[in-house]
Each structure stands twice: as C-alpha cells, then as structure tokens.
C-alpha cells in the first residue's frame, strides 16, 4: 500500500482535532450554548451594521426552527406508533399505572447543539459574499418568520398536550422519608 499524500495527512490530522474539541466539549453544555449564542449575537450585530443579508437570516432562522421543532419531538411520535408496537424502542406512557419511560429526542442535544452552531458559521460566512446579499422589504420576512414561527410553536404545544409528554427535564425526584414531598433534584 502507498503512503497517504501530504494534502490527506493533513485534512485527516484536522478532522482528528475537531472531533477531539468536539468529544472535550460534551460535558460542557451551558458553555457550549453560551458559545452558541455568542456567536448568534455576532452574527446579529454584522447583519444589522451591514444593513442587509436578510434572505439569508431569515433561511438560517427557518433552519434553526426545524432544529428546534426536531429536538422538541419524541423520537418515536405517538401519534403514528401502534399501542401494541414496542419495536421501536421506548414510548411515552399513555396510562397513570404506566411505567415512566425516559423522554428520547428526535434530535439529541448535542446534535441540535451542533447543527445549530455549524450554521450560524455558515451563515456568517454568507455574509462574506456581496452576490448573497439579495434586495428585500425586511419587514416582510420578519412577518412571515413570526407567523411561521408561532403556528409552528402552536401545533408543537398541542402535540405535546395531546400526547402528555414534557420534553425538559429538571432533574429526578427523589423521595428521602415520610415527610418528603419529592423534591426535584438536579
């Protein structure tokens, strides 16, 4: 077998830190979010001081709905499992006497995490390219971006009422004695 080329070397070697930064990162959720939105308010403040790129905020907020709408819906939806159906692997409990099964995302944290963050980069990168910075009547796509946005929200909230799930957790209720409530412990 031949040796790898220079060029491979170093894309693999690239690869191979990113992926290290990326599995140092996983335990570092509030940091993580925090650089996130950081890099969002970023984005903001060049969009808002260069006066313009707004089709492509209003495609990367489009995008980060759908991120977000994936990560707020179970994994397996209720609405299309048969009550018979466990193949899929655990379902959310539709009975009081049903055992608690742990809520499992469409889209995990991290990978929301992660998706969300590359295409904040993206976009900004976008910004760096007069032939993307298409003349539009702003006001009209912030309309339809909240328009879209709240009946999108609105579906997603009688889903998750329909279907009695709660896709935040704030930690496991643990019971100490007789005169313990359950407190929520994080």
Known sequence: PSQPSAVHSFFKRIGDTKQNLLDKSTPYMY???????????????????LQGWYIVTYALGIYLLNQ????LTPKV???????DDDEDGPSLPTKSNEEFRPFMRRLPEFKFW???????????????????NIPVFWPILVM???????????????????????????????YKGKEDTGKVVS
Request: proline letters at 4%; a positive charge.
């Open 144 to 174: 339809y971006f909240i328009i879209l946005f709240v009946i999108t929200m609105k579906r997603q909230i009688k889903h998750m009422i329909k279907y009695r799930y709660l896709p935040f957790s704030h930690g496991k209720r643990t």
């Open 114 to 132: 992660y998706s969300s963050t590359k295409a904040i980069v993206f976009g900004t990168i976008c910004t760096f390219f007069e032939a993307l």
């Open 77 to 83: 939806d209720p609405a299309f499992q048969d009550p």
């Open 31 to 49: 940091f993580r979010w925090i650089f996130t939105c950081v890099l969002f308010l970023l984005y903001g403040l060049r969009v808002y001081f």
């Open 68 to 71: 977000f709408i994936a990560f």
